[in-house]
């Protein structure tokens, strides 16, 4: 993983049982349409985030089909109401098969 691609991921520590939390992450991603060229005139490969998945304990909790649209340094947020401690792994897919991913823990009591 590159400085140019690196995840970031907002989940707080610690969560009483049974309290809905935030998540929020934004990866920053040099996103290539396909179609722009270089100084040489050759096409820039394409490269577009396509997928985001976040599991909670090896369990998929959100997923997101994304598509060629999607903002440069796309930010993803959704909602989980925590019920036991655990450790959070997200990952991001490219379109070229590449994957990004980031872990965070929770800690609920």
């Known amino acids: 993983m590159t400085a140019a691609s ?10 009483k049982r049974g309290e809905v939390i935030e998540i929020r992450t934004l990866i920053t991603h040099a996103m290539e349409s396909g179609f722009r060229k270089d100084d040489a005139g050759r096409l ?3 490269k577009i985030l396509s997928k ?7 369990v998929v909790i ?6 060629p649209a999607v903002a ?3 930010q993803q947020s959704f909602y989980f109401k ?13 379109d070229d098969g590449s994957v990004y991913g ?8």
């Open 52 to 58: 985001f998945t976040a599991s909670f304990n090896g």
């Open 102 to 109: 980031t872990k965070a823990k929770l800690a609920v009591t």
């Open 62 to 67: 959100f997923e997101a089909d994304w598509h």
């Open 82 to 94: 925590a019920r036991e401690s655990g450790e959070f792994q997200f990952t991001w897919t490219d």
């Open 72 to 74: 440069a340094n796309p």
């Open 44 to 46: 820039v490969p394409r």
């Open 6 to 15: 690196m995840p970031r991921v907002r989940v707080p520590t610690s969560a």
